[in-house]
């Protein structure tokens, strides 16, 4: 009889459990919900942070605030997000640095991109350009690979930090070219671009809203993209890969939840960004950027966060990268 009563109960607190967190989901957000954008103000980061905040709230009628909190190529603020209550009222816009290529670089850090988050999805993926200053004499690919043999430790590349994903698409074509190129890192894209107009640094894997203006102008040379398909709003170009097969560069970016969010929280904001992301203002408003706008269920986003981490830490490792 004892036994039958704490079994009794038992089931009863699990149904009230339940129930509990089925209300909870079904009423979620009664809040502002704060998204976490691991940049400064200005950048890639914080514009698609703001894009896909506002249709965020437009489909869940909530505010969602964006939260700046820059440094450490995004480590600051990723380790924050990883830090917080997981009740969905604290999201991140994760990213290719902080959350594939630094966990992939790195052996020991304040957070787990995999253990510490729960992935929601996918929300843009965009390509880098591969653009050189008039004076270098490079048309494609081909002759970029040429002249780096040529000039071997001659040929430098800028980046906007160590790290970032135009350092590693200039490592990641060292090494499937096997050509020797110098990095020159810089203090963001601001500083980075400025180099290479001025012909200091005659190279750089840019983004397209950053060069594509200045190469309309003449002051620049697209020659090519980094994305495992021809660009939609640069399909002239050819991709790297086509030269160089094995060469895929994309910076993307996606929504997570620090882990133990309620998985019908989880489940409802998957449904919720699918649904604003194939908005054709959204859409257009990603375009602008230089991105298309992608979702994926939660299963999809982990394993490619996985894949990525894999791939960005050999690459990494390989070259031989002084870490900090």
Do not use: C
């Not at 997000?81 to 290719?96: I, N």
């Not at 594939?100 to 992935?119: C, Q, R, T």
């Amino acid at each position: 009889m004892h036994n039958t009563r704490i079994v009794t109960a038992s089931v009863a607190a699990f149904i009230a459990a339940s129930i509990s967190t089925h209300v909870l989901a079904q009423s979620y957000p009664t809040k502002p919900i704060r998204l976490i954008a691991p940049y400064p103000p200005g950048g890639g980061v914080d514009a698609t942070a703001r894009i896909v905040g506002q249709a965020l709230s437009d489909a869940l009628g909530q505010q969602v605030v964006i939260d700046n909190r820059g440094g450490a190529s995004g480590r600051i603020g990723t380790e924050i997000a990883a830090k917080t209550p997981p009740d969905g009222y604290t999201l991140l816009l994760g990213s290719v640095a902080p959350n594939a290529i630094i966990p992939g670089a790195y052996a020991k850090l304040a957070y787990d991109s995999v253990k510490d988050f729960a992935p929601i999805s996918l929300v843009a993926v965009t390509d880098y350009v591969l653009t050189v200053h008039p004076s270098l004499p490079v048309k494609s690919v081909k002759d970029l690979i040429g002249l780096a043999r040529a000039r071997p430790g001659q040929i430098a590349f800028a980046s906007t930090g160590n790290l970032g994903g135009p350092h590693l698409a200039g490592e990641l074509f060292s090494q499937l070219a096997k050509v020797k190129m110098v990095h020159v890192p810089y203090k963001g894209g601001g500083a980075a671009t400025t180099s290479i107009l001025g012909g200091e640094t005659p190279l750089i894997f840019g983004t397209g809203p950053t060069v594509v203006p200045h190469a309309k102008a003449g002051r620049l040379r697209l020659v090519a993209t980094t994305g495992p398909r021809r660009s939609k709003t640069l399909p002239e170009l050819p991709t790297v890969g086509e030269t160089l097969p094995g060469h895929e560069v994309t910076q993307w970016y996606g929504i997570l939840a620090p882990a133990g969010t309620p998985p019908e929280i989880l489940s409802k904001l998957n449904s919720e960004i699918v649904k604003a992301l194939g908005n054709p203002k959204v859409v257009q408003q990603l375009a602008r950027l230089g991105a298309d706008a992608v979702t994926t269920t939660p299963e999809q986003f982990a394993a490619h966060i996985k894949a990525e981490i894999s791939k960005w830490g050999k690459v990494v490792k390989t070259s031989g990268i002084p870490l900090e």
